[in-house]
Nanobody, 111 residues
Framework: QVQLVESGGGWVQPGGSLRLSCAAS????????MRWYRQAPGKQRELVAS???????NYRDSVKGRFTISRDNAKNTMYLQMNSLKPEDTAVYYC?????WGQGTQVTVSS
């Protein structure tokens, strides 16, 4: 059973920053593709960013230039650095690898 555990969420004012972490219970070097998703209240879950083991990244248009996905295979941890946060970034953020999901971490952006 693979476990993914997110952390780092919280409340921040617009323009602020947060860094999310996703710790895996297995060696991440064996996982080619990892992703961050988010789900806002009343909306479908959407892909935010993805990262391959070779370093290829993809971002949804609304977060490009503000969010950075990264991974540290030695620590079995993936990150999402979120800068210049906006109220529309408010959501529960989930990390994903293959069919495994974390429990989510709440991010709230408001003044």
């Amino acid at each position: 059973q693979v476990q993914l555990v997110e952390s780092g969420g919280g409340w921040v004012q617009p323009g602020g920053s947060l860094r999310l972490s996703c710790a895996a219970s297995i060696s991440m070097s064996s996982i080619h593709l990892m992703r961050w998703y988010r789900q806002a209240p009343g909306k479908q879950r959407e892909l935010v960013a993805s990262l391959t083991n070779s370093g290829n990244t993809n971002y949804r248009d609304s977060v490009k230039g503000r969010f950075t996905i990264s991974r540290d295979n030695a620590k079995n941890t993936m990150y999402l650095q979120m800068n210049s946060l906006k109220p529309e970034d408010t959501a529960v953020y989930y990390c994903n690898a293959l069919s495994w999901w974390g429990q989510g971490t709440q991010v709230t952006v408001s003044s």
